[in-house]
T-cell receptor, first 118, second 112 residues
Framework: GAVVSQHPSRVICKSGTSVKIECRSL??????MFWYRQFPKQSLMLMAT?????????EQGVEKDKFLINHASLTLSTLTVTSAHPEDSSFYIC??????????????FGPGTRLLVL | SQQGEEDPQALSIQEGENATMNCSYK?????LQWYRQNSGRGLVHLIL?????REKHSGRLRVTLDTSKKSSSLLITASRAADTASYFC????????????FGKGTRLSVIA
């Protein structure tokens, strides 16, 4: 099946720094990728929809200036957590759909990035 | 926003027993999917059922969908300790590039 990778898998940073997380579709192209956040023992919450070549669409309550999304190519989307604070500590997961309509119903998920802000 | 509500929130069973998890959702959907997540790990896609389907099987998994009640169930038969994980239902409202919206999940513990 299709593979989505994320880098880094784990990051620890000091409060006030910015952290960039990369999401790549390895063997398929994706015009749209999705970013989710998951707090401990909770479900995945959709943060934003990343569109290649255009601005991301953010869910209600998600600050676009805080969580910068760039989708510069059909295989790469990045999420930058700016001026991270301890409350941003979470598990961030990206996903993508294959452009091929036949496989388009399945969303492929990355392995996630665990962010810890001290 | 979250679409689905899973029931129960937590379930503990003995190995060999069947586990049933339910999911309810609020809006019309194109399809509903079930995922498994081991603690602190990524998601594993289990099964997809379309809005015009009522039941689907995959190995020890059986999924039903009742669009009139906006609900789905996931049955895992002959459970194993390795089935211990969180299980989430997720819905897609339309075809195309619309995101999956996840329910709150059920934490399943299978005791050997």
């Amino acid at each position: 099946g299709a593979v989505v990778s994320q880098h880094p898998s784990r990051v620890i940073c000091k409060s006030g720094t910015s952290v960039k997380i990369e999401c790549r579709s390895l063997d398929f192209q994706a015009t749209t990728m999705f970013w989710y956040r998951q707090f401990p023992k909770q479900s995945l919450m959709l943060m934003a929809t990343s569109n290649e070549g255009s601005k991301a669409t953010y869910e209600q309550g998600v600050e676009k200036d805080k969580f910068l999304i760039n989708h510069a190519s059909l295989t790469l989307s990045t999420l930058t957590v700016t001026s991270a604070h301890p409350e941003d500590s979470s598990f961030y997961i990206c996903s993508a759909r294959d452009l091929d309509g036949g496989a388009g119903e399945t969303q492929y998920f990355g392995p996630g990035t665990r962010l810890l802000v001290l | 926003s979250q679409q689905g509500e899973e029931d129960p929130q937590a379930l503990s069973i003995q190995e060999g027993e069947n586990a049933t998890m339910n999911c309810s959702y609020k809006t019309s959907i194109n399809n509903l999917q079930w995922y498994r997540q081991n603690s602190g790990r990524g998601l594993v896609h289990l099964i997809l059922i379309r809005s015009n389907e009522r039941e689907k099987h995959s190995g020890r998994l059986r999924v039903t969908l009742d669009t009139s009640k906006k609900s789905s169930s996931l049955l895992i038969t002959a459970s194993r300790a390795a089935d211990t994980a969180s299980y989430f239902c997720a819905t897609v409202r339309n075809s195309g590039n619309t995101p999956l919206v996840f329910g709150k999940g059920t934490r399943l513990s299978v005791i050997a």
